[in-house]
């Protein structure tokens, strides 16, 4: 069974901290990974893509992806008591027909406390 | 940016009603939509799995038969919870991706609150 793991957290910083958010997933063949933001009582919001190993940066937001380890995470530079949310990663997975298949995590609550 | 829209955003009904959420595409078309379902502090389950032209997909432990998957057009996706009971009560979400683009995300509608008396 394809897994995403993260840690549930809450991961606690103080504002204008770093804050890192890590996942792992189980299928080797997983080509392309996304992070999400859900805010309580609402639906996730898309954060970052990232497709190739390697940083990817979109503004204070910066995702790193290791597929040899098998790791993805995603670091938000000066966190602001606004990024107060669960954090969910996702990986696309190759299924039968050439369609991919998303497996969520279970999230990380962060909290970024002033 | 893609927009999904997902009617009504919150259901307040009797037991025993049947009820039915919109998912639809704004800007693009999706092949595939996916239906979800969060309970309170839970993480966000995949429930089925939505094909234009065809039947869903439904994962394990979901009955088809309590929720039902209409995929009629490529902008559109309804999800009808039949003879719905407090049980049901939930947070529903719906997501699309742009049709011939599997490997991209899924673009969420804002989930509708459904709470059965």
């Known amino acids: 069974q394809k897994e995403v793991e993260q840690n549930s957290g809450p991961l606690s910083v103080p504002e204008g901290a770093i804050a890192s958010l890590n996942c792992t997933y189980s299928?080797?063949?997983?080509?392309?990974f996304f992070w999400y933001r859900q805010y309580s009582g609402k639906s996730p919001e898309l954060i970052m893509s990232?497709?190739?190993?390697g940083d990817k940066e979109d503004g204070r937001f910066t995702a790193q992806l290791n597929k040899a380890s098998q790791y993805v995470s995603l670091l938000i530079r000066d966190s602001q008591p606004s990024d107060s949310a669960t954090y969910l990663c996702a990986v696309n997975n190759p299924a039968s027909g050439g369609s991919y298949i998303p497996t969520f995590g279970r999230g990380t609550s962060l909290i970024v406390h002033p | 940016g893609a927009v999904v829209s997902q009617h009504p955003s919150r259901v307040i009904c009797k037991s025993g009603t049947s009820v039915k959420i919109e998912c639809r595409s704004l800007?693009?078309?999706?092949?595939?939509m996916f239906w979800y379902r969060q309970f309170p502090k839970q993480s966000l389950m995949l429930m089925a799995t939505?094909?234009?032209?065809?039947?869903?997909?439904?994962e394990q432990g979901v009955e088809k038969d309590k929720f039902l998957i209409n995929h009629a057009s490529l902008t559109l996706s309804t999800l009808t919870v039949t003879s719905a009971h407090p049980e049901d009560s939930s947070f529903y979400i719906c997501s699309a991706r742009e049709e011939g683009r599997n490997n991209q995300p899924q673009h969420f509608g804002d989930g509708t609150r459904l709470s059965i008396l």
């Open positions: 800007d693009f078309q999706a092949t595939t």
């Open positions: 299928d080797r063949v997983s080509q392309s």
């Open positions: 939505s094909n234009e032209g065809s039947k869903a997909t439904y």
């Open positions: 990232i497709y190739s190993n």
